[in-house]
């Protein structure tokens, strides 16, 4: 797997003799896993063309902020939406400055405004323009903003001059690129997951199951391994592939999937809980296909274990956060979850109404002793890397007040 598997990435090409090392660039983020849309200022289009940007990039560029082919004529804001990071790259004097200005008066401006990804910028241009006082003092106020700065590279330019302003070369863009979401914040800490649905037989070909695609699992679990954890996943029957970077335990019943958990569970420092465990299961399973016949029959079940309690329940317990998929009083619901089953947290979603399990987007009500905080509705991988996000910080919290408390102990 690249390094980049999954991510978007929106490529903003702005005017410069170093764009033509942009096409070499897309590329390169394309061959590490990434998906790739090409943004280009009127002017970077005097140095590489955006037919060429489109035979790289694998998609058509976008220039104007509205285009004919824009359904909404919104084109800024689903570009801003759809990235999970904003690379310019070269990045002009001029575009540094009008960055640093807010302005919206192109497409890849007003993109950079609207957007929650991170934006990072990889200046090129001519030593003077680059050590001069106002560009300099422009990216103090973009560095200050948390806008991430590549480079620029020492060398030869373009201009015939030597020193500071030449673009880094496209390997080193796709490697600082991946490392915008190599986090670190969970380096050293062992997270176990459970994901999809649990199928609970009734004989060989029937059971009972539900419609979870274990979509959500498997982005919380690869976001873990983003942010350098040790992942081990005990997945429910799910028609994904295996994940990269991790150990992947596949289970059928709830009660596999509860010996899997327990197995492993001494090991880690936090669980999340996200499988749809079936609560109840047939009494027995028949060894046979059962034969139709009678009018009516009658399925006796019995009650599962709850695996989440039952990590909550251990006396050395890993930060627990369990998953509450509710179609209404999702607060109300939520909140009684996490105390009754002990939880650290409870992350709330609604289902129903083509939301939640089947879906690509959710969103996510984060409940805990200390509050609530919404996550709004996003794609589910970069849902997931909000939720470790606030899972580590949480996490670390809990981590302190112990030490602290077994200080005074
Ligand atoms: N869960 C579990 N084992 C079970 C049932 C649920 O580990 N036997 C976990 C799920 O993975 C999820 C959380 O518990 O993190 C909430 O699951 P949910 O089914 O919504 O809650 P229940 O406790 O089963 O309550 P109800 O179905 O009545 O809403």
Not at 31 to 40: F, L, P, T
Not at 272 to 301: H, N, T
């Amino acid at each position: 797997m690249g390094t980049l598997t999954n991510k978007r990435i929106l490529l903003g090409i702005t005017g410069g003799i170093a764009a033509y090392k942009s096409a070499d660039l897309a590329r390169r983020l394309r061959d590490a896993g990434a998906e790739v849309r090409v943004v280009m200022t009127r002017t970077a289009q005097d140095f590489i063309t955006p037919l060429t940007m489109q035979a790289v990039s694998g998609s058509p560029v976008h220039v104007e902020m509205v285009s004919a082919e824009s359904k909404t004529g919104m084109e800024h804001i689903e570009l801003a939406r759809w990235a999970d990071a904003v690379l310019v790259a070269p990045a002009s004097a001029d575009f540094l400055a009008r960055l640093a200005q807010g302005r919206a008066d192109d497409l890849l401006t007003a993109l950079c405004l609207a957007t929650s990804a991170p934006v990072a910028v990889a200046p090129a241009m001519n030593t003077q323009m680059w050590t001069n006082p106002a560009t300099q003092a422009n990216m103090l106020t973009l560095r200050r903003r948390a806008v991430h700065v590549f480079g620029p590279g020492e060398g030869d330019l373009a201009c015939g001059e030597v020193g500071a302003g030449r673009l880094l070369e496209p390997v080193e863009l796709v490697t600082l690129t991946a490392g915008l979401f190599a986090t670190g914040e969970l380096d050293g800490l062992t997270v176990l997951v459970t994901a999809g649905p649990t199928w609970e037989a009734i004989d060989p070909v029937r059971g009972i199951t539900n419609k979870s695609s274990g979509k959500m699992g498997y982005a919380v679990a690869e976001a873990a391994a983003a942010a350098g954890a040790k992942v081990i996943l005990v997945s429910g029957p799910t028609a994904l592939p295996d994940p990269e970077r991790m150990q992947i335990i596949r289970v059928t019943s709830t009660q596999e999937m509860h010996d899997a958990v327990h197995a492993h569970v001494r090991e880690a420092h936090i669980f999340i809980g996200v499988a749809a465990v079936a609560d109840y299961r047939p009494v027995e399973s028949a060894p046979q296909k059962l034969k139709k016949g009678a009018e009516r029959i009658m399925l006796d079940l019995v009650k599962n274990p709850d695996i989440l309690a039952s990590v909550a329940a251990l006396e050395r317990k890993p930060f627990t956060v369990g998953f509450a998929a509710e179609t209404d009083n999702i607060e109300q619901n939520a909140r009684q979850k996490l105390t009754e089953k002990r939880l650290d947290l409870v992350c709330a979603n609604r289902v129903g109404d083509g939301l939640g399990f089947e879906s690509d987007t959710n969103s996510l009500l984060l409940i805990d002793a200390s509050g609530i905080t919404e996550l709004p509705a996003a794609a589910k991988d970069k849902l997931a890397r909000a939720l470790i996000h606030h899972i580590s910080g949480k996490y670390h919290v809990a981590q302190e007040r112990q030490q602290q408390a077994e200080g005074r102990a």
